[in-house]
């Protein structure tokens, strides 16, 4: 065999394999790297009887969750221009077994109950504070041994290493928690490919 023959059946043998190692990325993928702890999206911390988890939540997600697993790129960038202007956190926060919600209403703390928003704020590295855009929290009182809330909060500063959640005191006896997420932990969440 000739050094050309070679050089063309190596080419194709890399090329074959190069082809055969790409994997489409899907929701699922998605959502396992999210939940990681190792890849930075995902936090816990347990105080007391108090359990806190937040997770950033990528665009892809939500977008997925419009769409399901259906593919479709001009609906899907309809949808990024809609959703990729924030930036999206998960907040799980349970106490003694029962979500927030029970809890609360337990012990006739109604103005936790009412509005949240004041408790969440998030911060890029440099200290200026990024505007909470809203919140969904689901009211499934006593279903759930934890209440999850979804914030939306507007884009970090370009130049932003580093953004720390803050979550106030909510009557739990807890004090300030706080969770640091690295920007280009944010940055590297693996893309599904719409189209």
């Known amino acids: 065999m000739g050094r050309n023959s070679a050089f063309f059946l190596l080419v194709l043998c890399v090329l074959v ?3 055969q190692s790409h994997k489409e990325v899907s929701l699922e993928d998605v959502r396992q790297y999210m939940l990681e702890e190792s890849n930075g999206l995902y936090k816990k911390i ?13 665009t892809d997600l939500l977008v997925g969750q419009d769409m399901g697993e259906t593919k479709n790129g ?3 960038k309809q949808l990024y221009g809609d ?5 999206y956190f998960v907040v799980n926060i349970g106490h003694d077994g029962k979500d927030m919600e029970w809890y609360t209403a337990h012990l006739k703390e109604q103005s936790l109950a009412s509005d949240l928003g004041p408790y ?9 504070e990024i505007a909470l855009k809203g919140y969904i929290m689901p009211t499934l ?12 909060f507007d884009e970090a500063p370009k130049k932003s290493e580093k953004l720390t959640l803050h979550i106030d005191e909510m009557g739990f006896e807890t004090g300030e928690v ?3 997420f690295k920007v280009e932990d944010l940055a590297r969440v693996p893309k599904i490919n719409w189209k």
């Open 74 to 76: 001009q609906k899907a």
């Open 17 to 19: 394999l190069a082809c």
């Open 120 to 128: 969440f704020q998030l911060y890029a590295d440099e200290g200026r």
């Open 46 to 58: 347990e105080i007391g009887k108090t359990k806190f988890e937040a997770f950033y939540k990528p």
């Open 141 to 152: 009182a006593g279903v759930s041994d934890k209440s999850t809330f979804l914030l939306a």
């Open 178 to 180: 706080k969770f640091d």
């Open 83 to 87: 959703y990729a202007k924030q930036l």
